[in-house]
């Protein structure tokens, strides 16, 4: 055995690396420490031949007004003066290069411009990340009113532009160079094919652009899903913290961080580590996938008339009741001590997917708080997986959409989803749950409106300014509409096959709908929820449900729905004189459940008059219980709602 095999062993693990350039030498180091290595080369770097933003660059340059420069990387670098010397002579541009503030991210820049005669006048300590960077322009200079060019090198980087903004500076951006998938495929193929198969123990990372690349590559092949999932059986080692960050941002596990961000210090010191990392993580993820006893739930036979006269239906239609009804959205949800233990043992799309489970979860809720109604356990976004645009639900991060829908080309190749084929679970949970509920309490089902929906696939993720989905909006009014009209024809469909499936009543969450205008709401949004509500049979109540949409109310209500919900931001009675004949639905505060119990009563006592004992009342929170809410306040809040409005 040779000396690095004692001072490192990968002991004949599966050691799969994306490396591209230096392929050769990790396949050398992988072997050389006892790996069974597997290469598979997932990119390529072209530079832009006809690159005008590095041209206009370099005349900046020579014309003395670019004052900062920070460059990246040593490649992009050395691109960069490529590109510029094809129209200013390399002596002229190198002359003018030299007398800008230049600051290098880490010593490959620096190696860089060492090879040009040039020393840069300000390096980024290690790890060499954006952060560095700022940290080190914070202390040396001020960047206010500074015109600063950032080399970019293949992945754009908006956090580091927007500080770099924040800070007073007027940035431009010059990429040099793009990544590309490699032009042979097969071997990157059949490495995601291997950890998918569970053929692999360790996996390397050494560049950033691999995980982007191995990710839509997997999803090309349908299996993003399967290519996370499998992580959790494997130790995922990152070169650094560049390298780390992005694993982090594509919602990929860290187990290994180099403490050297050279690739033979990095492989040896894998070797050394990964061994027992993976033994343990093996341990932990067998020790949480133990195989849970379900409980099989058998389909029945039901009859919907025997909820018809339940206080819920009767308030529905705006008809006297005893008493005035109560549901909690998220009813079942991490509040609850067996839906936390349920859980720990099953990731939220299996639980979804799982007929007998969802089934489980919706009517232990819906008996544990004595509520007047149950919810279907789903989720709004589920409609999206068989759209294709790559829907992860990331632990702390909630839902993920890998690939955005932001163009008018990536609009056209949506498919309109057949809920019969790719929903089919949701429609056997609803039998399932509709056969072991209580049969006198209604079952309502549930569809996230168009404009939340189309939000998330534009967006990504969860935003707090919409950007992405309003410039879409504003700028491609014809793509916007036919986004919309796929989603909508959808999620018609879809809301068509739960009724058939034994839902009472539907509620159609537009949680993202309070942050457009009403100008805004009745060009882009109102044409295609009166499409989905005239498509949908009015015997079926309807609850069209929104956040912070005071302003949006009267266009909502003419859109459709036999109920309208309210969130806890507007006051109830004004509301019901000001939209007219229409059942509410609403609109505790649900931050109000982390109180005691007689603040509790004070404000559901308010509700209550609010309401004036008006027919069509159906008491809710005005968003989701919170996850921190005692289940006991829950309870309470039931009680004293059918106490408070008995009548």
Request: proline residues 5%; charged residues 25%; aromatic residues 8%.
């Amino acid at each position: 055995m040779n000396q690095e095999n004692k001072e490192g062993n990968f002991s004949g693990l599966k050691v799969t690396s994306f490396e591209s350039r230096r392929a050769y030498e990790m396949q050398s180091l992988l072997t050389r420490y006892g790996g069974r290595a597997t290469i598979a080369p997932s990119m390529r770097e072209i530079p832009f031949e006809l690159n005008q933003e590095a041209l206009e660059f370099g005349k900046k340059v020579v014309q003395g007004k670019a004052e900062i420069v920070i460059l990246m990387t040593g490649v992009g670098t050395r691109f960069l003066l490529q590109v510029i010397e094809k129209e200013i002579p390399r002596e002229t541009f190198l002359a003018s290069f030299a007398k800008t503030v230049l600051v290098a991210r880490g010593p490959k820049p620096v190696l860089a411009l060492k090879e040009m005669g040039i020393t840069p006048a300000i390096c980024a300590p290690e790890p060499n990340t954006w952060r560095e960077v700022l940290s080190i322009l914070d202390q040396k200079i001020s960047i206010k009113e500074k015109k600063v060019f950032v080399q970019e090198y293949g992945i754009q980087n908006q956090e580091f532009i927007k500080e770099l903004k924040k800070r007073g500076a007027h940035v431009s951006r010059v990429p040099v160079y793009r990544w590309a998938l490699p032009e042979d495929l097969s071997l990157l193929k059949k490495a995601i094919f291997d950890v998918c198969d569970g053929n692999t123990d360790i996996l390397l990372f050494t560049n950033a652009t691999q995980i982007y690349n191995v990710l839509e590559v997997a999803s090309e092949e349908g299996l993003e899903s399967s290519f996370r999932e499998s992580l959790d059986r494997m130790v995922v080692g990152s070169i650094g913290p560049i390298v780390s960050e992005n694993l982090k941002e594509s919602g990929l596990p860290i187990d290994f961080e180099s403490k050297e961000s050279k690739m033979g210090l990095f492989v040896k010191e894998a070797s050394l580590v990964c061994p027992a990392l993976l033994e343990e993580k093996r341990k932990s993820w067998q020790k949480d996938h133990k195989k849970i006893e379900v409980k099989i739930y058998p389909i029945k036979l039901y009859s919907g008339d025997l909820c018809k006269e339940s206080a819920f239906m009767k308030a529905c239609r705006l008809e006297p009741s005893s008493y005035t009804p109560i549901w909690i959205m998220r009813q079942a949800g991490r509040y609850m001590k067996e839906y936390r233990e349920l859980r720990s043992k099953v990731k939220f799309l299996d639980l979804c997917k799982n007929s007998d489970l969802a089934c489980e979860v919706t009517v232990t809720a819906q008996e544990k708080l004595g509520v007047d109604a149950a919810i279907l356990f789903s989720d709004i976004l589920l409609i999206l997986e068989p759209m294709g645009v790559g829907l992860e639900y990331a632990k702390g991060d909630g839902p993920l959409i890998y690939r955005p829908v932001r163009t008018e080309e990536a609009v056209e190749n949506l498919p309109i989803v057949k809920p019969e084929e790719s929903l089919g679970f949701v429609f056997e949970a609803i039998k399932k749950i509709r056969s072991h509920l209580n049969s006198k309490i209604p079952l309502i089902g549930f569809a996230g409106a168009p404009f939340t929906v189309v939000s998330y696939m534009v967006e990504g993720k969860s935003s707090e300014n919409y950007l992405h989905t309003k410039s879409f909006m504003y700028r491609d009014y014809k793509a916007w509409n036919q986004l919309m009209s796929k989603v909508t024809d959808s999620s018609i469909a879809y809301i068509l096959g739960q009724i058939k499936s034994g839902v009472q009543a539907v509620q159609i969450f537009d949680s993202w709908v309070g942050c457009l205008s009403p100008q805004d709401y009745k060009t882009f949004v109102f044409p295609h929820m009166k499409k989905l509500f005239s498509s949908l049979p009015s015997t079926t109540p309807m609850i069209h449900f929104g956040t912070d949409t005071g302003a949006l109310l009267e266009l909502m209500k003419e859109a459709g729905g036999q109920v309208m919900g309210l969130d806890w931001r507007v006051d109830l009675g004004k509301s019901w004189d000001q939209l007219g004949s229409v059942a509410l639905q609403g609109n505790l505060d649900p931050l109000v459940l982390l109180s005691d119990h007689k603040t509790i009563r004070e404000q559901t006592k308010r509700i209550l008059e609010e309401a004036k004992s008006r027919n069509g009342h159906i008491f809710n929170l005005g968003h989701g219980v919170l996850p921190q809410t005692p289940v006991e306040n829950v309870r309470a809040l039931v009680e004293m709602v059918h106490e408070l409005s008995s009548r």
